[in-house]
Every structure is written in structure tokens, then in C-alpha cells.
């Protein structure tokens, strides 16, 4: 078996398929970064799988997952002002959370240097929206370069890392879901591992670093500056690229995602329009932009999500007084959705249809059935959803929040009507909850999701007295972005440490009313829920399940996982449906005469659905030996 | 399947088939077999219990790891709504789809509100697409995580993918995995071709 770890620290020139996350951890290694820090979230977190691939003994870098973005860029920044070369990556909301910290780096002289990565997701593949990320370079005057495939993400971290370090200014690298995780065969640089001098260089006499009223205006005017500097570097810059198709009409600008998509759209055409394909996104090379307007008739802006590029552009054209007929966003569809090469064909298409003409596809009237992602079998929260959507009339309001649990959304449990972002559930149900008396309010919230941002909403609702439910779906890990540790799991990345009780912390707090129950005690959690709603003031519900993915694997690597199956007696079951429809587990089947069987393909054998049997007519199959 | 200048392989399943092993097994032992290719997962939500899907694409002149609807030379699929799907969707006129026939019911299905994917309506789909369809099952496999493996047994078996060899899929196989887990792969793989 090949080991990630070791190939990510050989010192020779070498050659292997990895994904984009994978080609970044190299890039880190090979760059000298010290300090790596991280929240959890797609599309980013196989970075971290490969950082865990290293040893901890191994690893020429300190990692964290800390417990939300801004701090992790908080940590890194305080690394990198004492002199070490550091870097946070995150996803594309997680800037959402940084930001308060994020837009003051630009002010301040990074001594060691620091490299944001920012994973945005166009698609909303695993978000809550498709937000650009390229508008926090106009607003934080912060450098951007953006790859488009995984050995551009490797060299432009690299790039970004020299830059970053000299002129002691941050740098942002932003990636997508689809730079993130393609897959390509990368050639990597052999490297000398680094001798790291780890005297702090921390100093306040030399350094200003607290921008407080007219003090800001020094650290602002140098930002600017940098950034002004930066413009002759972006010319230059080796990551712009010209593709000379020899076509004096016809120009295309674009970037990342989208350049690869459309140089598989233009393949096998024949008349192809140039291509100029940025890599230094922010500040735009303007030299070298205002040259390739100069020389087409028509140049297109192809860029997914927002029209970024087009507006700096069309103020380039503008002041250089250049005539060329600029193309940028057709329609409101143009804004939306990944720009996957059937996407830019169409787009495309708007623009040029001669030269980009739609393709003639079969189509089928009736589609194969949508398969969103569901909870799965065994899990904790499907339970807790049963068994609370029993204690609550229909009229009572649930608040959803960020995390596996959101699933909970879908039929049949439609429990977590509103969603806004992670860790809102508390003070938006809490907004929901003024001049109600009629309508409970029940916001759900995970246990790694309230370490993160859901701390704030919860201490107001006990600071302002309000009036509503909380139910901490916990299950003792980061569930959705692949089982990561939080404050509350006895570990963090490195090492075990001293869990914090989530029931002890709330108890600390001063909520006077905290149950906590195990999910598949199923009727107990009705019983408490009806209690809890009916209180005045706040109450919490801990309803606590592990994570029966992650214990499922774990047991199975211990050789400790019994191969227990759930079977129905069909001499018992009248076909009242309870299970497969109400309960909802997947591992249920259904046959056109309404006969109820299990799938042994997903049944995990963990028995959450024997109590739902009005009858009686789940039963345990009990494997005789362990399996693997 | 002719050995053109690009092949696209589309990979469709549900979360928790191990739809990502095969996908690996597939682009490193296409690169073992010397082979220029970009590869694409589902990572994040879809994992879980959603439909899932990966991409392969091989030879010069790609660039995007990403397919376009109606290119994909083969789709191989590991149940049967996601093989439908796969082939109205990402199959291109005359390709091939190779299927392992099981079935993990959508919510539509369990809730009686539309009706299970059969044998008949992917063989229907392929026809309007004139395209080639392989069934695949093996009895008694015991450990349903190695339903991959009987598919990429059958791909080698028919020399559908003519470029790649059994050593390509095998040293790919010991890339990825060690121990109890290699060993029964390896032997299944094996029992498979004989």
C-alpha cells in the first residue's frame, strides 16, 4: 500500500496522481510553512487528511482544526507576526466567519508571511449558497491567484508562499470544489527539508499593530500601496497565460474552472477564438489585459458566479479608451451554477452561437427518480427526529442549523423549516419566538456546529430571558465533512484532552433546565420534548447519539463489529408502514404489494427501528460470529 | 468499444457503495497502463446516501476532469435507478453501461409515491441510446463493499477498456489497500477472471 505521509515529505522529484488538496499539502511542505490551521468544510477538508497522513512526529508544520474560521485565522496571524510562515484554509462561508479578523490582515506587516486559502463551492455542492469570494479582495485590497487544476495548485501556493513571505502581505489562494478534488497525475519538486529558526520576532517597538482611530490611516495607506506595487508584479506574473489560436476577432478572458471547461468545449472546433486565462485574479494584470482587448474585435468575459472580472475589465477598456466589443454576463442563469463545460457551451452559445453550437441530445421524458443525501441507517438523528416530531403539533415552529442533522428538513421528518448559517438556529428561533404564545419554537443545533458559532446565541438566550427549545443534536463528532474532532470529543487533532461536557457547560451557564437522553430511547425523548416545550423560558434537550457511520468503522477496525441484521416477521406485519415510512430508514424496502423486507446491504443491525413496530414485527437477527 | 483518442468513464452510485475505490482503482491503473487522465469525486454531502458520482476521463487534448451529458463512452453504475440515470443523462449514442444489478430504494420508492427502477427500464433507456448494457451480480458475494470489484473484474473480462491490463488494475489494487482487505480483493478479482 502506498503511503500518502511518505510521499508527501520525499525529497527527490517525483510524480504521482492526487487530488488538488493533496498537490496543496506538498506545496506547504515544500514552501516552509510552520503554522497550519483549519475549521472543517467542503471542499477543503481532505487537506487535512492528508496533513493526517504524516506523522505527528513527521510533520514539519504545527496543524490545528481549530474551533471556527476566525479563529483559525486568528491563530495563523499571530504565527505569522512572529515571524513563521503560516497558512488557514477553509471553505467558502468559513470567510463569512473570519471576516471581522480576516479584512484587518492587509494592515498589518506579516513578518513570516500568510497564505489564505479559500475553498469556494460554485454549485453550492456542499453550501448554503454560491458565494464569490473574489468580491473580499476589493474590500480587504488583498492579493489573489486562483488555479485551475491540481498542478496549478501546487505551483500558485508555491507562487503565492514567495510572494506572501517577501513582501510580508497576505496572499489569497482561492481554489474550488472541482480544483479541490480533481484528480491528476502532478509533477512535484524535490526539496530539502527546512531548518526552522524559531525565535520569536514579535515587536510592537518596531511595528505598529493595533489600528485604533488615526492610526489606521498609516497601516490603510501602506495596504494600498502594496497593492499598487503589486499591479507591475500581475503583469508579469508567469500564472497569466496567452492561448494564440491566431484569431483577430474573437478573444475569451477567463479563469480556473471555467478555462478548463471551455478548453474541452473548443477542442475539436475549428475556428477557435483566443484564450487569455488568468491566474492572478486580483489585482488584474492591466497591461497585459488592455493588450489582448486591443488585439480582438470581441472579447468575451467568461467567468461562473458573479461578473468580478467583467466590471474591472470594462473600467480598464474604459480608461484606456480601447473600442472592443466587451461581452461579460448575457442573463441572470449566468450567475448561477458551476461553469462545467456543458454549462459554458451554453453560455457560451448566448454570445457566439455560431461558434458555439448546442449539441442535439437524446432525452427521456420520464427522469430517474432525484436521490438527495439522507441520514443514514442507525443514525442518532433520525431517531431524536421521530421521536420529537411526536411531541410537537404541527403548527410549532423548527429551526434548522448547519450539519448532518439539516437533513432532517427532508420528508419524512420535515423537522428544521429555516436555515441561515452555522450556528444560528438559537437566536433565530429566538426572533421566531417574540409575540408568539401560539406556536413553539424548537431550534436544533450540532455539538461541533455550537462550539463553532452557536455559543453567542445560546448565552443571549439565557442573558435576554427568551422563551424556546434547543435541541443539541449531538453525536460526538463533525459528522458531515468526515469525522472530525471538536471540543467536545476528548480529542483535537494531535492528541486526547479533556473533553468539555456540553451538559456541564450549560448547567455553568446558568440554564435551569438541561435533559439529556440517548436518541433511541425513543418514547423517553417524546416525554421530555413535551416537558422541555412547555416550560417557560429556555430549556436545552441533549439528545445524544454517536455517529453510527464512525462507530461502524471504528468497530469494524477493532474486528468488534457484529453482522446483526433487522428482519421483519411477515407472519406478524400487517403492513402499517411505520418503519419504512415514518421511522424512514433506508435499509427498508418496499415491494409493489407493500410487503416490507431489509436490505442487509445497509442495515447496520444497531435495532433504532424495533420499538417503532406498533406489532411487534421487527426482529433481531443476531449474527453468531464478529465480522470485519 | 474502439480504442479512440478520449475515453470518458462515468461512475454513478449511492453513497456508502464505495463508488471512491473504484474510481481510484480505475485512474491509477489507467495511468499504470501510461495512460494522460483527469479524474473527478463527490466528496462533502452527496456521501451521504445520495447519489454519488465519479468521473474519468483519458487520453490528450482534456483538460476538465468533468464530463459532458451524452459523452461518456461507458457508464458503470452500482444499482440500478443510478445506472438508469447514468444512462439517460451521461451516456453517449452506441456506448456501453455496465451495471451491478441491486437495488437501494430512492424515498420515492419507500413512501409508494413512484416506482422501483427493474432490469427492463435500464435496457429500455439503453436502447433509445442504442447503446450496449452488461448486468452484473455475483451470488453470495458475502461483503457487499466488493461489488466494485466484480464490476472491474467484468470490464477486464470483456476488454472494455482495451488499453489497461490486469497488471495495471492489480499493482492500482496494491496501491490502495493492505493486508486481510488486499488479500480478499485480490482473490476475488482473481476467482472472478479464471
Known sequence: MKSMGDMLLRENDFSEIVMGNTALVRAMIESGTRVVTSYPGSPMPETAEAIRSIPKEDRPFYFEFSTNEKVATEIAFGASVNGHFSTVFFKSVGLNVAADSFVQLPLMKLKGGMVVVIGDDPGANSSQNEQDNRHYAHLSYMPVFEPSNPQEVYEFYKEAAQISQEREMPVILRLSTHVCHAKQKVNFKGYKPFEFDDTPQFSSQDENYVPITSKVFPMKRRALKRIKDFQSYADDSKLNELIDNQNKDKGIITMGVPYLSLRDVMEDMDDKPDILKLGVIYPLPRKVIAEFLKNHKEVKILEELDNVLEKDIKVIAFEENINTQIIGKVDIEDWINEYTPDKVQEVMAKSWPNTFQPKDLIRFEKKAENRPAQLCPGCGHRSAFYAIKKALSKEDITVADIGCHTLGFLPPYEMGEVLLSMGHSTSTGTGLSLFNKDRKVVSFLGDSTMFHAGLPGIVNAIFNDHNLTLVIMENDTTAMTGHQNHAGTGANFNKEVEPITIKEMLEGFGVKNVYEIDTYAQSKLTEIMKDAVNEEGFSVVIATHPCMLQFTRQARKKGAYKDNKAQIDQEVCRQIHECVQEFGCPSFSIDKEGKVTVNDDLCIGDGSCIQTCPIDAIEMNLSKEGSK | ?194
Do not use: C
Request: net charge negative; charged share 25%.
Open chain 2, 1 to 194: 468499444m474502439k480504442n479512440t483518442d478520449r475515453t470518458n468513464i462515468y461512475m454513478i452510485g449511492v453513497g456508502g457503495q464505495g463508488i471512491g475505490l473504484l474510481s481510484e482503482v480505475l485512474i491509477r491503473a489507467a495511468d499504470y497502463a501510461k495512460l494522460n487522465v483527469r479524474g473527478v469525486d463527490t466528496h462533502g454531502l452527496a456521501q451521504r446516501g445520495g447519489t454519488v458520482q465519479s468521473q474519468l476521463r483519458i487520453g490528450e487534448g482534456i483538460y476538465s476532469p468533468l464530463i459532458q451529458e451524452g459523452t461518456a463512452d461507458i457508464v458503470i453504475a452500482l444499482e440500478r435507478t443510478e445506472a438508469l440515470r447514468g444512462i439517460q443523462n451521461y451516456l453517449k449514442p452506441s456506448g456501453i453501461v455496465i451495471y451491478y444489478n441491486t437495488s437501494w430504494q430512492t424515498l420515492g420508492v419507500r413512501l409508494e409515491e413512484t416506482e422501483e427502477v427493474k432490469k427492463e427500464d435500464i435496457e429500455q433507456a439503453a436502447r433509445k441510446k442504442e447503446a450496449e448494457v452488461i448486468e452484473v451480480y455475483k451470488e453470495d458475494l458475502g461483503d457487499t463493499r466488493m461489488q466494485n470489484v466484480v464490476l472491474l473484474a467484468e470490464i477486464l473480462k470483456r476488454n472494455i477498456l482495451p488499453d489497461i491490463k490486469k497488471d495495471n488494475y492489480i499493482t492500482a489494487l496494491k496501491d490502495l489497500m493492505a493486508g486481510d482487505k488486499l488479500e480478499n480483493n485480490l482473490n476475488l478479482f482473481n476467482s472472478l477472471l479464471s
